[in-house]
């Protein structure tokens, strides 16, 4: 029997009709907030004395564990 194009499901068929809003709108959060932490980690590095840009990339392009070996790697703030 020929598959119809009309019988295909397509994206977000099977849920409500808002859940694609929903879902771009929770992946809009996700990148504001891991930019907020990223810029965070910009600035607490810059007061260490730590190369700034390179940990601010880091924490922006891999999160998680971005953020958790900075973490690691950050040193005492100068007094």
């Given at each position: ?5 009309g ?41 260490r004395?730590?190369?700034s ?27």
């Amino acid at each position: 029997m020929p598959v119809v194009l009309g019988e295909i499901a397509t994206p977000f068929q099977a849920t409500a009709s808002g859940s694609a809003v929903g879902f771009w709108l929770f992946l809009l959060g996700l990148y504001v907030a891991f930019l907020l932490i990223a810029l965070w980690v910009y600035q607490d590095a810059r007061i260490r004395g730590m190369n700034s840009l390179f940990w601010f990339a880091i924490v922006f392009l891999v999160p998680v564990f971005g953020l958790v070996a900075y973490l690691i790697y950050r040193r005492d703030r100068p007094l």
